[in-house]
Structure formats: C-alpha cells, structure tokens
C-alpha cells in the first residue's frame, strides 16, 4: 500500500496532558501535509485550531477520556462544549464500570444519548479492550451497533494494551452493518497500520503515523 493512501486512515494523534501549543500546531502542519483523516487532540485546543486553520483540517477530541466513568451528563455537556468549539468527531469512552456491573443497557443508552447530541458529527466509541472480556466485548459490538453510533474503537492508548488483530476480527463478526472499525494504541509499524487497515479497520489512531512513513 501506498504510504499517503495509509494517511487517509490515520486519526493524526497527540494526547498527552503536556501537550504545548507548539506541538498541535506541528501536529496540524502535518495532518495537512500528508492529508491525514483528522487530528486527535484535547478538548481545551478544538477552538484555538479551528481559529487557526478553519476548514483545512478535520478536527476530532476526546470526551470521558481516559476511563470513561463521568457521568453521562458531564459526558454530553464535554460535546456540546465541543462542537460549539469547532469539532467533527467526537471519540468517547464508554463507563467501564457499567460494563463490569454486567449494565450493559446503561451503556447503550449513553452511547445513545450522545449520538443523539451530536448529530450528524461522527461518534467513535472507545471499549478499552484491554480491561474487558469476550463477553463484554461482544455486548459493547451490541450496545455500539443498537445505539447508532459510526464507530467502534479498541482502545484510548492509555490503559494496559493497546489495538489487536483478534479484537478487531471479533469487532467484524458482532457489530452492525453501519459500524466501522477503529483501531488505537500500539501501532508502531507501518506493518501495523497496513495489517489492521486489510483486516477491515477504516480509522487507525497512532501518533507515530508520520515519523514512521518519514523513516521509511
């Protein structure tokens, strides 16, 4: 595969809490250099990169990020905020801690209530694969698929494992027709990113996406 047709896949990705505005900025150059499907960035930058760079750039954030055990309030008043901001995408992480209670009708319905929020913008939901078993995987394919959002996504990048090929291939056989696969944390190969791309993934959210393609 072609490495700027690999970029197309690429949620541009940088996260961490010391994040300088110079660093988004580079991160912004970049995703328009190499035409990356958007940046991944925190909610306190979305409004300063849309003054900055307006339409040129698909602006996406992250809402209940890291562990996703906000309320649903806290979580629909964060994308308010975020699209009022500028944002396209939203990547949410689901409660955790309604999964392991086996709530997963709790779930959905969040899942639910800010796809209603958002509308038309994308919604990527984060399962954090890491901390779930088959079971709870296979019910989170469910409650995505049932609550209409576009995505399904493996992981935040900052719990104890990352995106793997057997999630991805469970992913395919339990979502719904209309979800799409997003797969994040750990991918530092462009073998990677080709591998998870065939095997069915539409996004992959990695920070190293263009170091790697330069090292190349």
Not at 6 to 23: F, G, R
Not at 24 to 38: G, H, N
Not at 66 to 76: C, D, F, W
Not at 164 to 185: C, P, R
Request: glycine share 6%; proline share 1%; net charge negative.
């Amino acid at each position: 595969m072609e490495y700027l047709e690999i970029m197309k896949y690429v949620d541009h990705t940088l996260l961490k809490a010391y994040a300088s505005w110079e660093e988004i900025r580079v991160l912004c150059d970049e995703a328009i250099k190499y035409k990356t499907a958007s940046v991944c960035i925190p909610p306190n930058y979305i409004k300063r990169i849309y003054e900055t760079y307006g339409e040129k750039i698909n602006i996406c954030t992250v809402v209940g990020f890291p562990l996703g055990y906000s309320t649903r309030e806290a979580k629909v008043a964060e994308c308010i905020q975020a699209i009022k901001d500028g944002v396209n995408e939203i990547d949410v992480v689901i409660n955790i801690t309604d999964v392991k209670n086996k709530d997963y009708k709790k779930v959905e319905d969040e899942i639910r209530t800010i796809k209603q929020t958002i509308g038309e913008h994308v919604l990527k939901v984060i399962i954090e694969t890491c901390y779930l078993t088959e079971e709870e995987k296979i019910e989170m394919c469910h409650a995505v698929t049932n609550a209409g959002a576009d995505y399904i996504k493996t992981s935040t990048g900052f719990g104890t494992g990352g995106a793997t090929m057997d999630d991805v291939e469970l992913f395919k056989k339990h979502i719904g027709q209309n979800v799409k696969i997003k797969a994040a944390g750990g991918i530092r190969s462009i073998e990677d990113m080709e591998a998870f791309i065939e095997a069915g993934c539409s996004r992959l959210g990695t920070s190293s996406a263009i170091k790697l393609i330069n090292n190349a």
